[in-house]
Nanobody
């Protein structure tokens, strides 16, 4: 029904930047929230940042001041600008969308690797 495609991951040195993008396609309507989660090796998947259709944002404490989430409702697209990257940011980053009816979808993830 809904597909999420992430892009922008890659390998970067500590202190560098990356910009992730996620585009939702298919039967996308009444979007409540879009966001980014990440899962490092041997760790649980955790929230990185979310943005509601009204523009309200939420960030994990670990990324505040370094990451910025933004979205375009008309394009069903969400972005994650990541600055001052640290090795501990290394993870698979997953895009997520929550519909108003409560349905949720995940992208396949994109690898972000930060070298020291």
């Amino acid at each position: 029904q809904v597909q999420l495609v992430e892009s922008g991951g890659g390998l970067v040195q500590a202190g560098g930047s990356l910009r992730l993008s996620c585009v939702a396609s298919g039967r996308v309507f009444r979007v409540n929230t879009m966001g980014w989660y990440r899962q490092g090796p041997g760790k649980q998947r955790v929230l990185v940042a979310t943005i509601t259709s009204g523009g309200t944002t939420t960030y994990a404490d670990s990324v505040k001041g370094r990451f910025t989430i933004s979205g375009d409702n008309a394009k069903n697209t969400v972005y994650l600008q990541m600055n001052s990257l640290k090795p501990e940011d290394t993870a698979v980053y997953y895009c997520n969308v929550v519909m108003g009816v409560g349905a949720y979808y995940w992208g396949k993830g994109t690898q972000v690797t930060v070298s020291s």
